[in-house]
């Protein structure tokens, strides 16, 4: 129809992926695609819209600033009336929102008011939630402020980990940018206002990732499982390398030693590192610095009775600076014990 309305849909991420290709799918792609530039190639979970866009004939513009000139130039050049935002970590400016008619609409994984802010995927497993929602709302001059449109809970297992939850989101997404999007285009959205406890989650930077192994195993595990794939990763240090614990599990059945120190898990060479309550923590893929991942007992370094590196408190104290937010994560941990050892390669 020669008067329907336009819509363009930003995503710099894989998160937005699965939507996108839905949209097309069904003959209701977006006019415009905008995703981040190349230099924000290391942002999590990056991909470059470029070979979607183009198998698809859809316009595409990289950008590194949504606010910025050549985007709402683009806006106007290709007569947008919606904005819809499925993976972007800055905040759209209100002169960008008023120049569409119909403003524009995000996404994001929590249920809305509580977990408002950043990196709410790793922050749903450090908090150990067992239930949570990706949530549809109408953006608005307060960032995750707007009013809701639709949003979808659904249940959390115990043991899930980062890489599960993204991907079990990116679907989510595009359910209820697909169920949606014919009523923003009409105008015709619900708006429902954010009503209940408002929480805002910090921002996560890689070193907050640095595993406390005095603390108890589920404490390490959970970590492990909240910075897996597409995050950096949960890391110890090893005589003075970086070792990044890409994927494990927790096991109450072998014999620990002190906090830190390398156990034999298994058969071969299978290890496990000792947690401060005695457990051990099995890795099953891990990286040494900036390496690719491997199989722990390939790696001859790690020989029981070593020992990780004890972290210096300042460390430590980077570690804990962005507590938990509402979990009361501190009630779970030991009193910190000194690591032993620090070895050679």
Do not use: K
Not at 142 to 169: H, K, N, S, W
């Amino acid at each position: 129809m020669p008067d329907r309305r336009r819509y363009c849909y930003v995503s710099g991420l894989r998160l937005g992926i699965p939507a996108l290709e839905e949209l097309c799918a069904q003959g209701r792609p977006p006019s415009l695609v905008i995703s981040y530039s190349p230099e924000l190639a290391h942002c999590c979970g990056y991909v470059d819209y470029e070979e979607i866009t183009r198998r698809h004939d859809l316009p595409h513009l990289h950008a590194t600033d949504v606010n910025e000139d050549q985007v709402r130039d683009a806006l106007a050049a290709h007569r947008i009336d919606l904005m819809v935002v499925a993976g972007w970590s800055q905040p759209i400016h209100e002169q960008v929102l008023a120049s569409l008619p119909l403003g524009g609409v995000g996404l994001h994984p929590a249920p809305l008011p509580v977990g408002r802010g950043r990196s709410p995927i790793p922050w749903t497993i450090l908090r150990d939630m067992r239930t949570s929602a990706v949530s549809l709302y109408h953006l608005s001059r307060t960032p995750q402020a707007g009013d809701i449109v639709d949003r979808l809970r659904f249940d959390l297992p115990p043991d899930i980990t980062a890489t599960g939850l993204y991907e079990q989101v990116s679907h989510l997404q595009s359910e209820l940018i697909v169920r949606n999007l014919d009523a923003l285009l009409e105008g015709r959205a619900p708006r429902s206002p954010q009503t209940g406890h408002v929480s805002v989650w910090p921002r996560r930077r890689p070193s907050d990732g640095h595993l406390d192994l005095t603390a108890a195993g589920r404490d390490v595990d959970r970590m492990v499982r909240a910075l897996a794939a597409p995050y950096p990763g949960a890391f110890a240090m090893f005589g003075g390398a970086r070792i990044t614990f890409r994927s494990g599990t927790l096991s109450t059945e072998i014999e620990g030693g002190a906090p830190g120190q390398i156990v034999a898990a298994g058969s071969g060479r299978e290890w496990g590192v000792t947690c401060g309550d005695g457990s051990v923590f099995v890795p099953d893929a891990v990286s040494v610095d900036e390496g690719v991942a491997a199989a722990p007992a390939s790696l001859a370094m790690f020989r029981p009775g070593r020992y990780f590196d004890e972290p210096s408190e300042h460390m430590l104290a980077a570690t804990r600076r962005a507590p938990i937010p509402g979990n009361g994560d501190a009630e779970h941990r030991r009193p910190a014990s000194r690591l032993q050892g620090g070895v050679e390669l």
